[in-house]
């Protein structure tokens, strides 16, 4: 299952971690910052992490939070977004608090390396927990699962609580995906002190890449965030671990617990393609059978 001979069609992927501040320009300016460091590398594509304009508001209810969205034509850091990859040629995912009209969304919009918004995916699957109360502020999604074509691959990007769901990884490499991405706001749970996912969030990503033969970057923050909320400050230690996976779903580039960090790693797509074809995962799939995806229980 070897792929034939020739350069091949080589992409250098990128994830940044750092810690938020809730100063919006302040952490515009570090994501900036930390972009150009990843070009520095050879980063293609960079993936910044969810939501980060500014401290991971969720942690509490409070209507003046909704005062953080924007809309997504107009948006200034979509719009800086936009210059930054023009300058660099890269292609940069945008993650972003949407208000539109009535509606609010966890939303994403891809820069091409050009500078052009190749368009919106919104968050599908909106968790509801002690910390990560995410319903009290965005609508699921209306998008759909989507692939990008970028300058240099098509892409697939979900965010955050996505990543939990292997469905939404095979749909978009289906509509042909060739590496997917998660930006990520993911740490310890306030109800629980001995609760650690990172693990658990490492390996299911892990397998998003290995069961569909791409790569996969995940990019998530650290530090600590105090938020107030109608019960008292809430906290949550954000673990980074962001990493890069390679097609078989090994670690090729792993952050730690508390430094920021910018991960680059660099694949040969045609090859990933020329496994992925040979190993026969989606020759063999049985669409015909998967009915039961769609009910609750199993019961058809």
């Excluded at 990172?198 to 998003?208: A, D, L, P, Y």
């Excluded at 980074?240 to 910018?262: H, M, R, W």
Aim: proline fraction near 4%; hydrophobic fraction near 40%; aromatic fraction near 10%.
């Amino acid at each position: 299952m070897a792929a034939g001979g020739g350069a091949g069609r080589k992409v250098a992927v990128a994830a940044v971690q750092f810690a938020c501040t809730d100063v919006e320009s302040e952490n515009v300016a570090t994501a900036e910052r930390l972009i150009r460091e990843a070009h520095k590398k050879g980063a293609n594509i960079v993936l910044v992490q969810e939501l980060f304009e500014g401290h991971y508001f969720c942690q509490a209810q409070r209507l003046d939070f909704f005062k953080r969205a924007k809309p997504y034509k107009g948006n200034p850091t979509i719009m800086r977004m936009q210059k930054l990859a023009k300058e660099l040629d890269i292609v940069i995912p945008v993650s972003f608090f949407e208000e539109a009209n009535n509606a609010h969304y966890n939303s994403v919009a891809v820069i091409d390396a050009n500078g052009t918004d190749l368009g919106l995916y919104r968050k599908s699957h909106i968790p509801d927990g002690p910390g990560y109360q995410e319903k009290f502020y965005f609508n699921p999604g209306d998008t759909g699962f989507k692939a990008f074509k970028t300058k240099y691959a098509t892409i697939g990007v979900g965010i955050c609580w996505d990543q939990w769901f292997p469905e939404c990884a095979r749909a978009m490499v289906l509509q042909g995906a060739e590496i997917l991405f998660y930006p990520t706001a993911i740490g310890s749970e306030p109800q629980d002190n001995n609760l650690d996912s990172r693990e658990h969030w490492k390996r299911v990503m892990q397998g998003h890449a290995g069961a569909n033969l791409v790569p996969l970057v995940a990019s998530n923050r650290i530090g600590k965030e105090t938020v107030e909320t109608e019960h008292g400050p809430s906290n949550i230690t954000f673990y980074g671990n962001s990493f890069i996976a390679g097609p078989t779903g090994e670690i090729v580039k792993l952050a730690n617990d508390k430094d920021e960090e910018v991960l680059v790693a660099e694949f040969d797509l045609d090859e990933t393609k020329s496994i992925r074809h040979g190993w026969g995962i989606f020759r063999d799939r049985r669409p015909d059978l998967y009915k039961v995806l769609l009910t609750l229980d199993g019961e058809k």
